[in-house]
């Protein structure tokens, strides 16, 4: 089978990004990273533009007037590498619609919380806040709306009374890469079919 190219977009220490890059390099995923895209100048996922042999772009959203600018940039650079998938690995970003119907079926998101509850920003707080008894993290499809879209995988955690929101987010993180490279090494072997608005897993 023809390995897939996957794109990673990241915006922090990128260590999801370096857990899906790890899984390529092993052969537990079927796929090349073709390269690695950031929006953040200082962010930690820069350190390894040295280790790892793929090309590494920055587009600093500093540097263009508009949200549509930067998006478009963001496209351009897409575009240039031909990705078969879109892992954002910690991209902090929303991307327009048009982008994300462009590449509608290639784009997987993680996100640290069982979707569709807690979306958006310190989801570890908000599932501590709710007195959850369980939380987790979610590999899925990428749509428009913001951390929606078909669920691949998701992986559960017991939260503990003695849990902060550190604590919490640490031992999701955990989860968060076995459930990013499973998802990912599904889509690269061609096991996953979206049916109705949600995942099917082929054998």
Not at 49 to 63: G, T
């Amino acid at each position: 089978m023809t390995k897939k190219k996957v794109l990673l977009l990241a915006s922090g220490r990128g260590s999801n990004a370096s857990a899906l890059y790890e899984a390529m390099q092993d052969g537990r995923i079927n796929g090349i990273p073709v390269g690695l895209i950031c929006d953040i100048p200082q962010a930690q996922i820069r350190q390894k533009e040295k280790e790892w042999d793929i090309p590494f772009f920055l587009v600093d959203r500093k540097e263009y007037p508009t949200k549509g600018a930067f998006n478009k940039k963001i496209k351009m650079q897409v575009d240039a590498l031909h990705p078969d998938l879109i892992c954002l690995a910690g991209f902090m970003r929303i991307l327009d619609a048009d982008f994300v119907r462009a590449y509608e079926g290639r784009i997987i998101n993680i996100h640290p919380s069982l979707l569709p509850s807690f979306k958006g920003l310190h989801a570890q707080r908000q599932a501590l806040e709710a007195g959850v008894k369980v939380a987790g993290c979610t590999v899925h499809f990428v749509t428009p709306a913001m951390d929606d879209g078909p669920i691949i995988t998701q992986e559960t955690v017991p939260v503990y009374e003695t849990d902060t929101e550190d604590t919490l987010a640490n031992r999701i993180l955990v989860k968060e890469h076995l459930a990013f490279v499973h998802a990912v090494s599904l889509f690269c072997n061609d096991q996953l079919e979206i049916c109705e608005s949600r995942v099917v897993h082929r054998k």
